[in-house]
């Protein structure tokens, strides 16, 4: 049923125009599928262990794998072990965004704390000094994305916190299938993207292929629960858990996620920059 569904799904939209124009080598699509289990680690601010997701590089015509980001500055995975702090730190003319996978802990600035938990997600400002402290007995998790903040940009004076547990859903319909709750968009203090999402896709759905019309932007999809098959030009990629995918900007190469399975739902971390826009000052 599964197998029958996914190749039904490739076979009816590769026979459309505009979609099977969009076909793409399986070397190339390599290059923009990412997953942190084979990235090395390094330690960063003291005891933060990093592995690189996407890093810089040419979108439209990468020489490495996962060198894509055009607008972010990075996407990695981070652990931090138990017990473990980082060295205070102050982001200059940068922020970040972290998503706790797995521990517990707490991030402080400015003599206020807070906790840290699966499915909690945190805006560090530019210019706040913070630090991050695993106070369980599990490593503390997290995906962190770093984004440059434009000349003149005004951030929050805080740490904006948002748990993913307790927000409510924002759409269920958007490009057939997505569950979508919303993290954090530019009114919370992001200053080059423009949406943190999570999206869920139930059972055997799929969301609709599409295209984008501009190369302007900037999109991310990570798998954080469940395996499904992205759909990506005229190929179907297996993402497991720690796996990312990055939209490919050259207008014709149509991308979906479509959930094969049976009785369990799919779960994505989705960020975004969509278009160039006014920066909050």
């Not at 942190?36 to 680690?41: I, L, R």
């Not at 904006?160 to 997505?178: F, L, M, Q, R, Y």
């Amino acid at each position: 049923m599964r197998k029958l569904f996914a190749l039904w799904a490739l076979a009816f939209f590769a026979s459309i125009p505009q979609f099977s124009a969009g076909q793409s080598s399986a070397d190339r699509l390599d290059l923009y599928f990412s997953d942190w289990h084979n990235a090395s680690a390094h330690t960063v601010r003291g005891a933060l262990e990093v592995r690189d997701i996407f890093t810089k590089g040419n979108p439209q015509a990468p020489t490495q794998k996962g060198a894509v980001l055009r607008f972010i500055n990075s996407y990695s995975y981070a652990s931090l072990a138990s017990g473990a702090s980082t060295k205070p730190m102050r982001l200059d003319a940068q922020q970040e965004i972290y998503f706790v996978v797995s521990g517990h802990g707490i991030a402080t600035a400015a003599g206020h704390s807070d906790d840290l938990s699966p499915n909690i997600a945190i805006l560090v400002p530019a210019g706040l000094e913070f630090t991050m402290k695993n106070t369980g007995a599990e490593p503390l998790t997290m995906y962190m994305i770093n984004e440059p903040v434009p000349s003149g940009f005004r951030p929050n004076a805080s740490i904006v916190v948002k748990d993913e547990n307790k927000i409510p859903i924002t759409s269920s319909d958007g490009h057939w299938a997505h569950i979508v709750k919303t993290l954090f968009v530019t009114d919370d203090g992001l200053g080059t993207l423009q949406s943190v999402l999570t999206v869920t896709i139930d059972p055997l759905t799929m969301g609709k292929p599409h295209l984008v019309d501009h190369d302007d932007i900037e999109e991310v999809w990570s798998a954080l629960d469940g395996t499904s098959l992205a759909f990506v030009g005229n190929q179907l990629r297996k993402q497991t858990p720690g796996m990312a995918f990055y939209h490919i900007p050259d207008n014709k190469t149509p991308h979906t996620n479509i959930n094969q399975n049976e009785e369990s739902q799919v779960r994505f971390l989705y960020f975004a920059r969509y278009h160039p826009h006014e920066t909050r000052k």
